[in-house]
């Protein structure tokens, strides 16, 4: 990374990720507390510090096809563990429609395909069923294996149970009107857009 003299071509990126997520980065502090509570930050997923680092270096590829930001669980303990209270998930899902906007593709090329399912499972049964999800995803990516060891050691602990995935299910009134009035939202969205 390199030092950036703060010409307004160089904050272009860092301006505009400000202005679009409503979060002030040019307030962090870069102490890394995102960072070490973040539940998927590894050496492959940087995690938020490098991400907030790359905007501010104007390294507008690479923040784009940071992987930190697709794999966001959006849990809040960066936004909450944050001296300055700056909200990743909102600078998260901004270089999300960036990067869809700018044509590019997912790092997990399939996240699409899981959060799909995920919301399916949800609507359907109140709740996520993790090990039908986890089953259709793989099935659907054609490797219906891939999990089995893990699935099987989650079973033998007692943490999942496949008979879960044998009852009808039930459909939860409040979790409806949640997808109802998304429906609705994006409806409204899309009117404006036309």
């Not at 089995?148 to 050691?153: F, I, M, P, Q, Y």
């Not at 149970?161 to 994006?186: C, H, N, Q, Y």
Request: charge should be positive.
């Amino acid at each position: 990374m390199h030092r950036l003299k703060g010409t307004p071509d160089e904050r272009r990126f860092l301006t505009e990720v400000i202005r679009r997520s409503g979060q002030n980065l040019l307030e962090c502090l870069q102490c890394g507390r995102c960072t070490a509570s973040c539940p998927i930050s590894s050496p492959t997923v940087g995690g938020p510090r490098r991400l907030i680092a790359q905007i501010h270096c104007d390294m507008r590829a690479e923040a784009l096809r940071d992987p930190t930001w697709w794999y966001c669980v959006s849990c809040g303990t960066c936004a909450s563990r944050c001296p300055v209270e700056i909200n990743m998930y909102q600078v998260a899902t901004t270089l999300c429609e960036m990067a869809e906007e700018a044509g590019i593709e997912p790092s997990e090329q399939a996240i699409h395909l899981f959060e799909d399912l995920f919301l399916k499972s949800v609507r359907r049964h109140g709740r996520v069923r993790e090990l039908s999800t986890v089953m259709r995803y793989n099935l659907q990516m054609r490797r219906p294996f891939q999990d089995a060891g893990k699935g099987l050691r989650l079973i033998l602990k007692g943490a999942i149970s496949p008979l879960g995935m044998m009852g009808g299910g039930r459909k939860d009134p409040v979790v409806e009107r949640i997808f109802t009035r998304s429906a609705t939202v994006e409806q409204g969205e899309s009117d404006h857009e036309g």
